[in-house]
C-alpha cells in the first residue's frame, strides 16, 4: 500500500470562562511544517477508514491553579496529544485556537512543540487579569477536537479545566495638583498626596524626574519617604534669579521598592516684574536734559516690592563729556519712576545705545533704547 501525502489532522481549541469577570479572547494558527516522509497519492477514505484511526484525545496543562494578581498576568503550556494508530503517516499539524469570553484577556503566545510524528502540539497561553477585576476563584475550560481533511468526517473532541485566584495586592497612587505658579527667584509649596489601598503600610519615596527639571531650579519633598498613616508630602519648588521664564512639566514619582506610581504636571515659571519704556528712542542736543518713564510691570506678588534702577553704557557719567541719568524715585515701589537724562555740553554727537537695568535681591531685568545727542 502507498503512504499518505495528503492527511493533515490538526488540533482546534476553544477556551471558556465559567464566569463574566473574565475575558478569552485572540486567534493563532501554526503550521509545523515537513514532520513525515514524501509519499504517493492514495485513496484518503480508504486509508482513514481502515489503516488510520484516532482512539483518543489527551489535554495536559502545566498548571491545575493560577494565582494571579488584580492587573497582573501569568503564562502556562497547553500541550494535546491526538492518539491514532496512523502516525507514521502524518506530515503536518495544524493547531488552531480560538478563545471566546469578556475580560480578561487569553492570548495565545505560539506553539512551542513540533512533535508531528506523535500527533502532539503545544502553546503557551497568557492569561491577563484587568485591574477592575474582583478577587476569587474562576474556572476556565479548555476544549481540543483534532481532525483530518474536512471531507473525510473525521474528528474527535477533549477538554480541561484550571482555576484562576485573583488577588488583591496592597497599592497606591500618586496625585499631583494639574498646575501651579513660579516667581523667578522665588519659591512655591505645594501638596502631594498619597493614595493607598489595600492595606498599604510601606513607606513611599517621592523624586522629581531630573530629565524634566530645568537648569537653576531645585525642590524638596516633606516628609520624605511618606510614613503610613501620611497622606501627602510638601513639595516645595525654588527658582533661581537665572531661571528662564518658561512652561514645562514635571513627573513626580513614588516607590515602595517595589511598585513605582507617578502623576505630572505643569508648571509656569514667570518673571516677577519686567521693564518697559514710555518710548523705544529719545533725541537731546548737547547741555539739554530729557526724559523717560520706566515701567516695572510687576505681576500680584510684586506690587510694592522695591526695584532699584541703573543705567549702563560708555556715555553714562559725570561731566561735560559724559551723560548723566537720574530715578525719581529709586528704588521705586510704585508702577513707574522717570529717569532724567542730563546730556553734557562735550558729548560728541551721534548715536549711543543705553541700557536701563532693574534690581530685587539677585534678579535683574534689563531694557535697552538708542539715544540720539545732537549739537
Known amino acids: 500500500m502507498k503512504k499518505l501525502n495528503r492527511f493533515f489532522p490538526g488540533f482546534l481549541f476553544s477556551i471558556s470562562s465559567f464566569l463574566p469577570a473574565l475575558i478569552f479572547s485572540a486567534i493563532l494558527m501554526v503550521v509545523l511544517q515537513s514532520c513525515g516522509p514524501e509519499t504517493d497519492d492514495v485513496d484518503d477514505t480508504s486509508l482513514v477508514t481502515g489503516d488510520c484511526e484516532y482512539t483518543g484525545i489527551q489535554i495536559n496543562l502545566e498548571h ?18 491526538a492518539i491514532s494508530n496512523c502516525n ?6 495544524v493547531i488552531g485556537m480560538n478563545l471566546e469570553g469578556t475580560d480578561p484577556e487569553l492570548e ?31 474556572n ?49 509649596t505645594t501638596a502631594i498626596n498619597v493614595n493607598r489601598s489595600i492595606g498599604h503600610t510601606t513607606d513611599i519615596n517621592l523624586i522629581l524626574d531630573e530629565e524634566y527639571i530645568p537648569p537653576h531650579i531645585t525642590y524638596n519633598f516633606d516628609p520624605n519617604p511618606v510614613p503610613p498613616g501620611v497622606e501627602s508630602s510638601q513639595l516645595t519648588l525654588w527658582a533661581g534669579a537665572n531661571s528662564v521664564p518658561n512652561t514645562f512639566n514635571l513627573q513626580v514619582t513614588g516607590s515602595d521598592g517595589e511598585i513605582e506610581k507617578d502623576d505630572i504636571f505643569t508648571v509656569f ?15 537731546i542736543a548737547q547741555g539739554q536734559t530729557g526724559t523717560l518713564e520706566v515701567f516695572m510691570n510687576r505681576i500680584g506678588g510684586y506690587n510694592f516690592v522695591p526695584i532699584n534702577l541703573t543705567s549702563q553704557s560708555d556715555i553714562i557719567g559725570v561731566g561735560d563729556d559724559f551723560v548723566e541719568v537720574t ?32 534690581t530685587v535681591n539677585a534678579l535683574n531685568k534689563y531694557i535697552t533704547f538708542n539715544l540720539t545727542v545732537t549739537e
Open 88 to 93: 507514521e503517516y502524518v506530515r503536518e499539524i
Open 327 to 358: 530715578f525719581d524715585p529709586n528704588p521705586s515701589e510704585s508702577a513707574s519712576s522717570i529717569a532724567t537724562l542730563s546730556v553734557g555740553s562735550a558729548v560728541i554727537p551721534g548715536s549711543y545705545p543705553v541700557t536701563f537695568k532693574g
Open 140 to 188: 476556565g475550560k479548555i476544549n481540543a477536537s483534532a481532525y483530518a481533511d474536512e471531507a473525510l468526517d473525521i474528528s474527535i473532541s477533549g477538554e480541561a479545566t484550571f482555576e484562576v485566584v485573583v488577588f488583591s495586592i496592597p497599592d497606591f497612587t500618586i496625585v499631583a495638583p494639574n498646575s501651579i505658579g513660579l516667581v523667578q527667584d522665588n519659591q512655591i
Open 269 to 283: 515659571l514667570i518673571a516677577p516684574f519686567y521693564l518697559t519704556l514710555s518710548q523705544e528712542s529719545i533725541e
Open 64 to 81: 491545575e491553579t493560577l494565582q494571579i494578581p488584580t492587573g497582573g498576568q501569568a503564562s502556562m503550556e497547553v500541550q494535546v496529544i
Open 108 to 138: 495565545i503566545d505560539g506553539c512551542l512543540d513540533n512533535d508531528c510524528g506523535s500527533n502532539t502540539g503545544a502553546c503557551d497561553i497568557t492569561i491577563n487579569v484587568d485591574e477592575g477585576t474582583m478577587p476569587g476563584t474562576y
